[in-house]
């Protein structure tokens, strides 16, 4: 079975900073590995995602991720923070095997300062 | 990718009474996904819908609060029991986009937001 864990249930940043938010996954084989946004009382939107190939996805937004294997990561990143960044960030991991349905994580609250 | 039409969008009802919430997807899908998204949290998966056999439920969810129907390979229905208060939720219907790799993604109904009075 796979779960993933979202450190940092609210992550605060000023205006024009780095956005950071960090995911860990625990899978037995090897995982597909999503970002979605949601931001209040909408659907989700996918970020990025990352099956197979290069390592560093990139995302709509301005979003980027990064598999690292040794890890067992998939940090979401953002080099400079808009106002409209302010959203719930979920991870969500599944495999090709088995049931084949997203786990998701806890999600992270991200707000943006002025 | 595959679309889903999720009705109703939202709903108040009565506790003790059920919902019934329908899924239909403009392409055969293999495998759907129900999930619930409580107030402020997560999604949790409740259970994965095959088509022509009974659902695989999730640990903590069972089949006489959350009946499941899979009548065809576009269709899915979510039913929730005996309504309290501790199912107002939004809950979600989900395919596997273009096929039944993930690999493709994900394609999630726009949510059936439930409140229980």
């Known amino acids: 079975a796979q779960s993933v864990t979202q450190l940092g249930s609210h992550v605060s940043v000023s205006e024009g900073a780095l956005v950071l938010l960090r995911c860990n996954y625990s899978?037995?084989?090897?995982?597909?590995l999503f970002w979605y946004v949601q931001y209040p009382n909408q659907g989700l939107q996918l970020l990025l995602k990352?099956?197979?190939?290069?390592?560093l996805v990139k995302g709509i937004n301005g979003f980027e991720a990064e598999f690292k294997k040794s890890e067992t990561s998939f940090h979401l990143t953002k080099p400079s923070a808009h106002m409209s960044d302010a959203a719930e960030y979920f991870c969500?991991?599944?495999?090709?095997?088995?049931?084949?349905?997203?786990?998701f994580g806890s999600g992270t609250r991200l707000q943006v300062q002025p | 990718s595959a679309v889903i039409s999720q009705k109703p969008s939202r709903d108040i009802c009565q506790r003790g009474t059920s919902l019934t919430i329908q899924c239909q997807v403009d392409?055969?899908?293999?495998?759907m996904f129900w999930y619930r998204q409580q107030p402020g949290q997560s999604l949790t998966l409740i259970a994965t819908?095959?088509?022509?056999?009974?659902?695989?439920?999730e640990s903590g969810f069972v089949i006489d609060k959350f009946p499941i129907s899979r009548p065809n390979l576009t269709f899915s229905t979510l039913t929730v029991s005996n309504m309290s208060p501790e199912d107002s939720s939004i809950y979600l219907c989900?395919?596997?986009?273009?096929?039944?790799?993930?690999?493709?993604?994900?394609?999630f109904g726009s949510g059936t937001r439930l409140t229980v009075v």
């Open positions: 989900s395919v596997v986009s273009g096929g039944a790799n993930p690999n493709y993604g994900y394609t």
């Open positions: 899978s037995s084989v090897p995982p597909y």
């Open positions: 990352y099956t197979t190939g290069a390592t």
């Open positions: 969500a991991v599944s495999t090709d095997t088995g049931r084949r349905a997203l786990t």
């Open positions: 392409s055969q899908v293999t495998m």
């Open positions: 819908a095959n088509q022509g056999s009974e659902a695989t439920y």
